[in-house]
């Protein structure tokens, strides 16, 4: 079946540095990707669509200019947390849609979490 | 707005006994989509099941079973069996379009 790989698992950095998260479809091809965050014993939260080849399309309320997303090829997506603070301490899940969007199941990557000290 | 509900945030069941899992959704749209996530404490998705909204017959998928009910807008997930390793987090979910939106979970944990 389909496999979405992420990296790293798991991340500790210190206030104002920036992390990339990595997101990769490793046995088919992504057009979308999608990047949500979930917060300790919440649901997760949609933060934005990540088209490739084209602008992501960021959720009401997420700063693009803090959680760059960049779709550069169709089995890879990045997540980049810019100037990172404490309250960005989160957990990172990407999830993928093989080809077009008439597929209906979304295959998600095991996450990331980020620690902001 | 489409909003997804779920008002269990925690239920226990006996193995080896099934259980339902409630989840309730609100669209304006047509066409749509309902699914089923586990959340096992390592943090991973796993897709259990998925509903048509223009699917007439409930899905199935082994010990899982959706109970779809249309008119009252309602996709509850039926566990049959249940095994210990069932405890986790389930979150119902809803896909309008291009994006799937998550209800806040339902914690299930199975005893002996």
């Known amino acids: 079946g389909a496999v979405v790989s992420q990296h790293p698992s798991w991340v500790i950095c210190k206030s104002g540095t920036s992390v990339k998260i990595e997101c990769r479809s490793l046995?088919?091809?992504?057009?979308?990707m999608f990047w949500y965050r979930q917060f300790p014993k919440q649901s997760l939260m949609l933060m934005a669509t990540s088209n490739e080849g084209s602008k992501a399309t960021y959720e009401q309320g997420v700063e693009k200019d803090k959680f760059l997303i960049n779709h550069a090829s169709l089995t890879l997506s990045t997540l980049t947390v810019t100037s990172a603070h404490p309250e960005d301490s989160s957990f990172y899940i990407c999830?993928?849609?093989?080809?077009?969007?008439?597929?209906?199941?979304?295959?998600f990557g095991a996450g990331s979490r980020l620690t902001v000290l | 707005a489409q909003k997804i509900t779920q008002t269990q945030p925690g239920m226990f069941v006996q193995e080896k006994e099934a259980v339902t899992l409630d989840c309730t959704y609100d669209t304006s749209d047509q066409s749509y989509g309902l699914f089923w996530y586990k959340q096992p404490s390592s943090g991973e998705m796993i897709f259990l099941i998925y509903?048509?909204?223009?699917?007439?017959q409930n899905a199935t998928e082994g010990r899982y079973s959706l109970n779809f009910q249309k008119a009252r807008k309602s996709a509850n997930l039926v566990i049959s069996a249940s095994q210990l390793g069932d405890s986790a987090m389930y979150f119902c979910a809803m896909r309008v379009i291009d994006k799937l939106i998550f209800g806040t979970g339902t914690r299930l944990q199975v005893f002996p």
């Open positions: 046995d088919f091809q992504a057009t979308t």
């Open positions: 509903q048509g909204s223009y699917d007439e």
């Open positions: 999830s993928a849609r093989e080809g077009d969007s008439g597929a209906n199941v979304l295959t």
